[in-house]
């Protein structure tokens, strides 16, 4: 997961680091965020958005894991995207920064991993959702 330790909000929590040659080079190139909700590259300040046909919002994020700049609504076919202090840059479906409220100077963690407490924290909101679902099911077949 990718969080902003700033506004205690997750910027992706299913990201895809690009981590390979392959990775980096096909980027969005050819796909849409279906399976994933963020694609990372790190050791990277620039970007384009040739052959995609997605609409991206774009974290760049410098050597101390701040946010150093952003652009929402990258539209495709731009040659470059860049931001010289970044080393890090994130790709994310169109909104999602305004979502997250992620602006500039904000601390990110990159590779967020739920504790104990908040894992249990977020079995107890699922069950109950479908503690809920069920009851409101079992009612709703009691009236007719």
């Given at each position: 997961m990718i969080y902003n330790l700033t506004k205690r909000t997750h910027v992706a929590k299913n990201p895809v680091f690009a981590d390979t040659f392959y990775l980096r080079v096909r980027g969005m190139i050819g796909r849409n965020f279906q399976d994933f909700d963020g694609m990372v590259f790190e050791h990277c300040n620039c970007i384009h958005?040739?052959?995609?046909?997605?609409?991206?919002?774009?974290?760049f994020?410098?050597?101390n894991n701040n946010v150093c700049d952003l652009r929402e609504n990258a539209h495709p076919w731009h040659p470059v995207i860049r931001s010289r202090k970044a080393v890090t840059v994130i790709e994310l479906p169109q909104g999602q920064i305004r979502k997250s409220?992620?602006?500039t100077g904000d601390k990110v963690n990159l590779r967020e991993?739920?504790?104990?407490a908040e894992q249990q924290k977020l079995k107890k909101k699922l069950l109950h959702g479908v503690k809920t679902a069920v009851t409101s099911r079992?009612?709703?077949d009691c009236k007719k």
């Open positions: 958005t040739f052959f995609m046909s997605v609409t991206l919002d774009v974290i994020i410098d050597g409220g992620t602006q991993e739920l504790s104990k079992f009612r709703t």
